[in-house]
């Protein structure tokens, strides 16, 4: 059977050979041959990677040498094809239009039963071991996986998300060109949400909006350094940056108007802010009373806008750090005064694009 099976293949007569395959596994279903000749029928119709899972399972599943000799033969040239292929559509996609320009490849958490699958998917796409993958891949939070050319990275994210794997990517030249509005004060709640906010130029203008306007909203907290002097080696003194505080940085995506906008806990105006509607004391005159106040905006946040916030972003900084030096610089659009620029400003605003871009 299996020498009819392999004649109408080389006749490239599909549907014949479909036909026996059929018939053979209805006499026949645990012959070591019948599962050879379903190998090479999936390599005839051009599926590699069916073909290669079935070659494998052969090799695990039979001691007959014969039949082991021609699936080790088929694993080997299901390799070597795969490869080629590999190499002909990644050189595609390095000649694509903009092909050039520095992107990103982030990968979004997998939990549960699908981490096995998403570590094995990972592991093909990216030819790597699978311990190494499993580390790679993100449990509770985003990962910033890659930085590099856009034709690349987005090749990558194809693959990836052809073996179900939740992978994004977006070029740094986008991220640039998404508006951000920081916003100074909200003057009103009711009937509609009117802000002051700076452009990316500096200019102050009004914003009004409803709750309904606000497709996502996020926070994360940023640290804020402090130099100190303490006892180095030996007892002598050094100086060196170490965190005092966090800053909390809050985004409210407005996909429909294609902009984001930021509010800084720092660098927000109490004073000029209308009354919230669950606090009866709205006089900020301490930075006590501003953190209460700040706290029940998010609490009023949380009634207002239909979606949860995302606030896995502390993961997502502490992995997207190493990366930040090699990225193009890019403005963080965060009102923090600084003595010295900080890496993490630039991956809260890095995030932020990320889920706005994936989200829309």
Known sequence: MYDLVLAALEAQQLTQAATLIKQWQGKSPQDPWLRLAMGRYWEAKGDLEKAQVTYTRVLQTTANP???????????????????????????????????????????????????????????????????????LPS????????????????????????????????????????????EAIQ???????????????????????WGDISRWLVGALPLYESIVDLGPWGKLKRKQATQDYAEVMDWHLHRRGCILRFCDRAFS????????????????????ATTVWKAL????????????????TGFGDGALDFMTVMPP??????????????????????SSLRFLSDR
Request: proline letters at 6%; charged letters at 20%; glycine letters at 6%.
């Open 270 to 289: 109490y004073r000029d802010t209308a009354a919230i509607p669950s606090m009866t004391d709205t006089s900020p005159q301490t930075s006590l009373i």
């Open 66 to 136: 014969k039949v082991l000799s021609q699936a080790r033969e088929g694993v080997q040239r299901m390799c070597d094809q795969l490869a080629q292929q590999r190499e002909h559509d990644l050189n595609a996609a390095k000649n694509r239009p903009g092909a050039t320009q520095t992107a990103v490849l982030a990968l979004a958490p997998v939990a549960g039963a699908q981490r096995q699958a998403a570590a094995q998917g990972l592991a093909q796409v990216l030819q790597l071991d699978l311990y190494t993958a499993r580390m790679r």
């Open 188 to 210: 009103s709640f009711e009937p509609h949400i009117s802000l002051i906010c700076q452009d990316n130029t500096g200019q102050r203008g009004s914003l009004h909006l409803g």
């Open 330 to 351: 890019f403005e963080p659009h965060v009102d923090l005064i600084r003595p010295q620029p900080s890496a993490w400003d630039g991956a809260f605003h890095l995030y």
């Open 298 to 313: 998010k609490a009023h946040c949380q009634e207002g806008i239909q979606s949860a916030p995302y606030t896995d972003f």
């Open 140 to 183: 509770q939070h985003w990962r910033l996986l890659r930085v590099g050319p856009a034709g690349e990275l987005q090749y990558f994210c194809e693959q990836l998300q052809a073996q179900q794997i939740p992978a994004r990517w977006t070029t740094v030249d986008q991220i640039k060109a998404l508006p951000v509005f920081r916003v």
